[in-house]
């Protein structure tokens, strides 16, 4: 095929719009932020007793837990044996870290399962850390 005069032009046009249509007119895109990280679970952990204790059973006895989050805790709750025994929420807003003492009166010979699940403000919760204790009969 032999080109003519007349085609060149034509051929060169076409290969000048293929070429604009492949540029970002708009000029370089503007990078998005990258999305922010979701902040960490809520953390919350019976400090004492120690897992496996053994407790004498009509003894009342404190149960203390820690729980804390960079959002901040506002509410904390106490299982046992899966049955929710106490609530304590903060008395000062959310707070990253929160210390609570409950109680409970042991009953019921044999283990008993305990757990605490820490909640933020806006009922985001924790994983449940659970810990067993054994109530043996008085001596």
Not at 41 to 54: D, G, K, S, T
Not at 57 to 65: H, S
Not at 110 to 135: C, Q
Request: net charge negative; with cysteine.
């Amino acid at each position: 095929m032999i080109k003519t005069a007349t085609q060149a032009p034509a051929i060169l046009l076409l290969l000048a719009l293929g070429w604009l249509a492949a540029c970002n007119l708009a000029g370089p895109a503007t990078p998005s932020p990258p999305p922010s990280p979701a902040p960490a679970m809520p953390q919350a952990q019976i400090l004492a007793p120690p897992h496996n204790q053994q407790v004498i059973e009509g003894v009342i006895f404190d149960i203390e837990i820690l729980a804390s989050d960079s959002v901040g805790i506002d509410r904390v709750e106490l299982y046992v044996d899966e049955r929710l025994l106490q609530s304590s929420e903060s008395e000062s807003g959310a707070e990253g870290h929160y210390r609570v003492t409950m109680n409970w009166f042991a009953k019921g010979i044999g283990w008993h399962k305990f757990s605490v699940i820490a909640y933020r403000e806006d009922e985001t919760p924790s994983h449940p850390h659970t810990i067993a204790l054994e109530v043996i009969p008085p001596g």
